[in-house]
């Protein structure tokens, strides 16, 4: 089954004063808009791009955060959308198709989710999205700034040098594709050094 962003957003919104904070809803927001820029200038579906933005985070508003990624896979299969919605709950969180290169910490042991990331062939559109989620608080910012928000909120953790050089690899290619810096569909990432 299809989701459309109008719809995965309604979602969010729906989440409103349900979840211990709400600046993960924000986020998710920010996310699915800056990834929907991203789509626009490869060419690419944008509202399939911001749709998977919007949801990447789902997990939060149906169980604790920690377990966001397992439980947004989950909730978006429940809910009978297609697998390629649920996966970027799971891939949102694993750069180069390693559950250590994580901004988290070294996570549990889940083997489905272990398994899963090691064997998927990543979409442009999750790379994407791994990129906004990793330059998206509420606001557009530089992946340093980003980087040290999570470090300052999360503490760094013994695979954080791993995580930074991935993310930096990351946007390296997603410049590469657009041919030019992705800061620069991004003017007001100026207004947030």
């Known amino acids: 089954m299809k989701l459309t962003s109008d719809e995965a957003r309604k979602m969010l919104e729906s989440a409103r004063g349900k979840t211990p904070n709400e600046h993960w809803i924000n986020h998710s927001i920010c996310v699915g808009n800056s990834a929907g820029v991203i789509a626009k200038s490869l060419d690419l579906d944008v509202d399939y791009a911001k749709t998977l933005g919007y949801i990447h985070d789902i997990g939060k508003m149906v169980g604790e955060f920690k377990h966001h990624v397992m439980n947004g896979y989950n909730y978006i299969k429940g809910l009978g959308y297609s697998d390629e919605y649920a996966n970027i709950c799971l891939t949102h969180s694993y750069?180069?198709?390693?559950?250590?290169?994580?901004?988290?910490?070294?996570?549990?042991?889940?083997?489905?989710?272990?398994?899963?990331?090691?064997?998927?062939?990543?979409?442009?559109?999750?790379?994407i999205v791994n990129l906004c989620d990793l330059?998206?608080?509420?606001?557009?910012?530089?992946?340093?700034?980003?980087?040290?928000?999570?470090?300052?909120?999360?503490?760094?953790?013994?695979?954080?040098?791993?995580?930074?050089?991935?993310?930096?690899?990351?946007?390296?290619?997603?410049?590469?594709?657009?041919?030019?810096?992705?800061?620069?569909?991004?003017?007001?990432?100026?207004?947030?050094?």
């Open 95 to 127: 750069l180069n198709n390693d559950v250590y290169c994580t901004a988290g910490g070294i996570p549990s042991d889940i083997p489905f989710r272990t398994e899963f990331i090691k064997n998927h062939e990543y979409t442009i559109y999750e790379k």
């Open 135 to 193: 330059m998206c608080t509420d606001v557009n910012m530089t992946i340093d700034k980003r980087l040290i928000d999570i470090m300052i909120r999360r503490r760094a953790h013994e695979n954080t040098q791993y995580h930074v050089k991935e993310t930096y690899k990351l946007k390296a290619y997603i410049d590469a594709q657009l041919g030019y810096d992705v800061y620069k569909l991004f003017p007001d990432i100026i207004n947030n050094l």
